[in-house]
C-alpha cells in the first residue's frame, strides 16, 4: 500500500471513486511474474465498479451514480482497428496491464468507455467486465438459440460464456473435469454437464447432439488437448472460439478443418457492444450472482488474497476486492 498522485481527469474524463475491483487470472500470472504482458511495478485492476464522483460537465453521468468501465485503450490507427474490431489493436493497452489498473480510491476515465446500470448492484456492476469476454466469445461464435454450444472449461471465463450462450437461448454443455464446477455451470444456464475425466468427451457429445457434435464449441482452457479435442469434437460446418492460451505447440489434423470446412476464430476481449449485452443478461437476474463471488476483502487485504490464491488455485473462485 501507498500513496499515488490524486487523478486530473482532462476533457471528455470523468472522475470516478472506486467502489470494487475483481480479480482475474491476469492479475493472479502478473502478481507470480508470469504476465509476459505486464511490466513493473503496476497498480492492478481491471474489473472495475465505481462512482461518479465528478462528472466533469459530461451531460450522460451525474454525482453519485454507479458505473463500470471499459478498462480497454486502443491506437486508432492499426489494421484491427479500422476494421472496427478495436478490443484487437496491435497496441492494446489494458487497465493493470500495459497501464495502471484501478485497485485505488479514484481514477479518471474517458466517458466513453464508461457503462451505467441504475438496476445493477456494486458486485454486479463488478462482473460485467470478466462475463463480456464471455459475451464476445458468443458472438465471434456467432451463437443463437439453434445452436448446441460446448463449454470446455468452467473457471470464471467458462462460466461467462456458459451464462451467456444460455441467455442466446443456446442449449449449452459444460464440460470440466471439477463437479463443482459443473453444478455452477448448470446454474448459470448450461442444460448438460460432462465431466471428461470420468466420461467419454466423444460418446457424450455425439449423445447429446444426436450423433452431429456440437455447432459451436469455445475453449476457455488453453491446453493443446482442448484445442484439438474443440477441432475434433465440433460438427461438420461448425465454429470454434479459442479463448484459453496453449503454452505448448499445438498439432492438429489438418484434415478436420478442410473437411468439416470450420469457421476457427480467436476471441479476445471485449467490444461496447458485448458490454451492453452482458449488463442485459445480469439485469434479467438469471445469473447465481450468490454462486459467483467466493471471497470479498478489504483493499487492505488484497495482497494477501493474492497469495492465497496463488499458494491454492483450486480453492477459490472470483475474489471481489472493496476499495
Known amino acids: 500500500m501507498e500513496d499515488i498522485a490524486e487523478p486530473n481527469p482532462g476533457p471528455g474524463e470523468v472522475l470516478l471513486r472506486v467502489r470494487m475491483i475483481g480479480f482475474c487470472g491476469t492479475d493472479l ?45 486502443n491506437c486508432g490507427e492499426c489494421a484491427a482497428c479500422a476494421a472496427g474490431r478495436p478490443n ?67 473457471g470464471g471465463v467458462g462460466l461467462g460464456v456458459v451464462a451467456m450462450a444460455a441467455f442466446r437461448g443456446a442449449e449449452v ?7 463443482e464446477k459443473l453444478a455452477l455451470a448448470r446454474r448459470c444456464g448450461a442444460s448438460h454437464a460432462v465431466n471428461s475425466a470420468k466420461e467419454s468427451l466423444h460418446e457424450r457429445l455425439r449423445e447429446i447432439t444426436g450423433g452431429h457434435g456440437p455447432n459451436v464449441i469455445v475453449e476457455a482452457i488453453g491446453l493443446p488437448e482442448t484445442f484439438r479435442a474443440a477441432v475434433e469434437e465440433a460438427a461438420p460446418a461448425g465454429r470454434v472460439v479459442y479463448l484459453g492460451f496453449a503454452r505448448d505447440p499445438v498439432t492438429y489434423d489438418t484434415r478436420q478443418f478442410v473437411l468439416k470446412e470450420l469457421d ?35 483493499i487492505e487485504e488484497a495482497g494477501e488474497a493474492l497469495a492465497a490464491w496463488s499458494a491454492n488455485p483450486s480453492r477459490f473462485r472470483k475474489i471481489h476486492v472493496q476499495v
Open 173 to 179: 454443455i459444460a464440460v470440466d473435469v471439477d463437479d
Open 264 to 298: 476457427v476464430r480467436g476471441s479476445r476481449n471485449a467490444l461496447p457492444a458485448d458490454f451492453a449485452e452482458t449488463i442485459r443478461m445480469l439485469e434479467s437476474r438469471k445469473y447465481p450472482l450468490e454462486s459467483a463471488v467466493g471471497l470479498t476483502v478489504p
Open 29 to 73: 500470472s502478473s502478481f507470480k511474474g508470469s504476465n509476459a504482458m505486464v511490466s513493473y511495478p503496476r497498480v492492478p485492476g481491471h474489473e472495475i465498479a465505481a462512482t461518479v464522483e465528478d462528472p466533469r460537465g459530461v451531460p450522460e453521468f451525474f454525482a453519485g451514480q454507479d458505473v463500470t468501465l471499459m478498462p480497454y485503450a
Open 88 to 154: 484487437a489493436c496491435r497496441d492494446n493497452r489494458t487497465m493493470g496491464v500495459q497501464r495502471e489498473g484501478a485497485l485505488t480510491e479514484r481514477i479518471a476515465v474517458p466517458a466513453a468507455k464508461i457503462f451505467a446500470s441504475p438496476a445493477l448492484s456494486i458486485r454486479e456492476l463488478c462482473l460485467v467486465e470478466p462475463f463480456s469476454i464471455g459475451a464476445h466469445a458468443c458472438s465471434r461464435g456467432a451463437v443463437t438459440s439453434a445452436d448446441a454450444v460446448a463449454v470446455f472449461g468452467c
